[in-house]
């Protein structure tokens, strides 16, 4: 690991420093013109630090505030507390309290970095609780979302606007890689009927006591998801992302997830997340984006939650779906690939088996380094403890569940 990677290199002395320091492992032809040989082995320096040793992972925390504050109630009340309401300022004490927990409970061993919420980040100030033990602070970059014009069940996500000043301020808070996170629908090939009308009423004058006067509107189900345009937006906007990210000293995670909540089977899944992935490089490398400088966290193609197939799915069928679509469409120079669902722990590993035991020919065995990026997953535990007030038992499961994911990574076996 380089040995500035959590402080800003600004003084030329440090540059020199670090060109000669041998952590220039990964040799690679550079364009003058994009990019500084300083640069760029700092960016490829953190990201294969991202994923190596193999086995470690990256844990995410982070989920908007309201979301946080949710996540805790609802801890809460299934460990039996009556729920209490809290003033903002307690909220607020609350979240920095959790977060200052698990962060002085994170294994180095397991886990190679962690996703801050810019709250976190800029007003806790808690980087440097991981920095400080070998751990990499990142943040996330992505804003709201917002549906996309002419198709409204799709949607864009903001936060491209202001985005190289707030990753530059991040950077000075310690953070030395960014998430970005856009949702893609995907359903069935086979499109539902034509548009239906539905009759309904609206208030005319739009307030509640207003009169009411009938109106017919059409709910369409025949489109297949994703659009062109959902996929083109989708990709443009992560390199857009990505190339930002990196002019501002950042290592780029891109998060194409898609959504499972239609009628997909498992072959659909893996042609949308291998179109989408495809298409998402296609834009990065017109954005001039240093790909070994760069992540994905994707999600596992899987059949939708409205197919028949969904409970019948096997983790092996699942699993080959996953190596295919990662060896046909993330380009050999990407260190690695975070995979984003929470509660498939068994197909990190089958995915891992896979490419552990594939023969020297096969093109899983050129698979890049495979592990997770869970939130979830490794905190739900931890936070049932936490809520009632047990510090040391809501460490001692984070290390548990961190090293469950570990495992499943480095040896394809889950506990």
Known sequence: MPHNLFSVPDDPSERRRDQVSGHSAVQVFL??????RFDAHELIAAAH???SPRGRGV?????APDVMDGTLVMAMEEAGNRHTRFTEEKRRERRKAWKECVYSAVPSDHISGVILHPETLHTFHLAPLLSDRGIIPGVRANAEL????RSEDEFLVEGLDGLLGRMQAARGEGARFSKFRVPIMCG?????????PVESTENEGGDEGGQKKPYTSTVDTSTIFPTQLALETVAETLARFAAISQQAGLVPIVEPDVDFSRDADLARSAEVHERAIALIYERMRAHGVLLEGSL???SFPQPGLQHPSRDKVTAEEIALATATVISRSVPSAVPGVLFLSETATNYLAKVNQLALNSPPGSPFARLPALSFSFGRALQAEPMKHWVKGDEEATKAS??????ICYDAVLSGAVA
Not at 59 to 63: K, S
Request: charged content about 15%; hydrophobic content about 30%.
């Open 31 to 36: 364009s003058p013109k994009l990019y500084s």
């Open 49 to 51: 630090s991202l994923v």
């Open 59 to 63: 844990y995410a925390t982070d989920e």
């Open 146 to 149: 917002t549906p996309l014009p």
């Open 188 to 196: 069935s090939v086979t499109p539902g009927p034509p548009p239906v």
């Open 296 to 298: 994905i966290k994707p």
């Open 398 to 403: 984070l290390v548990k569940w961190s090293k």
